[in-house]
């Protein structure tokens, strides 16, 4: 973070580096602040409106994140459970969604179309798949500051 005083202006300027949900880089730049106090107001409302605003993930990333963490934890047959739950029954609907945008309704239809399916699953199953999404949903909470897990209410 770094204020500096246009002299010829007699403003103040903002810059600041901040890495976004993809681990990028990015710099940003704002100027024409009356005072220093402004600017450094901007730079942390910035920073904590960057740190809680999750619009800009999808479900995919979230997906993606979630299984490097289970490849460290996890053994060799039970990611390969989790990633046939994952890729079979929950990112075909969930896939591009931003994770902010998806609620309990949106869980509910999704569940319903599962219910609905032609290969009838069990009860025991669709639990298990209800599970995956919902510690899918717990690790962005735990990780990426979404605000809840919707597949746990």
Request: aromatic share 12%.
């Amino acid at each position: 973070m770094a204020v500096k005083k246009n002299e010829k202006r007699g403003t103040w300027t903002s810059k600041i580096r901040y890495k976004d949900w993809h681990g990028k880089v990015i710099q940003k730049k704002k100027e024409g602040f009356k005072t220093k106090k402004e600017a450094l107001s901007w730079e942390h409302d910035f920073l904590e409106q960057n740190k809680t605003n999750c619009a800009d993930v999808d479900f995919k990333f979230l997906c993606a994140k979630y299984m490097e963490d289970c490849k460290v934890h996890l053994k060799p047959t039970t990611l390969e459970n989790k990633k046939n739950i994952i890729n079979t029954k929950i990112l075909p609907y969930f896939s591009d969604m931003p994770i902010n945008s998806i609620d309990i309704s949106t869980i509910r239809q999704w569940q319903n179309t599962l219910i609905s399916h032609e290969n009838n699953y069990s009860e025991t199953y669709l639990k298990t798949v209800h599970n995956q999404i919902s510690a899918i949903f717990n690790f962005g909470v735990k990780y990426y500051g979404l605000a809840k897990n919707p597949a746990s209410q």
